[in-house]
C-alpha cells in the first residue's frame, strides 16, 4: 500500500535491500523480533526501507 502511495517499485525495494546501508537499528521491538531501516539512492531519489528479521526470513514493514 504504501509503495503505490509513495511511487516506489518493487525494482527500488529490492536494490535497497542488496545494496542499502543500515542507518537505525538493529533494535528489538515489542514482538521480540529486530527491525533495520536500510537508505539507498535508487533510481534518482533516496529509498528508504523499514525491515523485520525473523528467525528465517525478512519481511518488509514499510516503505519511506
Given at each position: 500500500m504504501?509503495?503505490?502511495?509513495?511511487?516506489?517499485?518493487?525494482?527500488?525495494?529490492?536494490?535497497?535491500?542488496?545494496?542499502?546501508?543500515?542507518?537505525?537499528?538493529?533494535?528489538?521491538?515489542?514482538y521480540?523480533?529486530?527491525?533495520?531501516?536500510?537508505?539507498?539512492?535508487?533510481?534518482?531519489?533516496?529509498?528508504?526501507?523499514?525491515?523485520?528479521?525473523?528467525?528465517?526470513?525478512?519481511?518488509?514493514?514499510?516503505?519511506?
Open positions: 504504501r509503495m503505490r502511495e509513495r511511487n516506489v517499485s518493487s525494482r527500488q525495494i529490492f536494490d535497497v535491500l542488496r545494496n542499502g546501508k543500515g542507518i537505525d537499528g538493529p533494535k528489538l521491538d515489542k521480540g523480533d529486530w527491525r533495520i531501516k536500510l537508505k539507498r539512492f535508487s533510481a534518482g531519489r533516496i529509498v528508504q526501507v523499514v525491515i523485520v528479521v525473523k528467525s528465517n526470513h525478512l519481511e518488509v514493514v514499510t516503505v519511506i
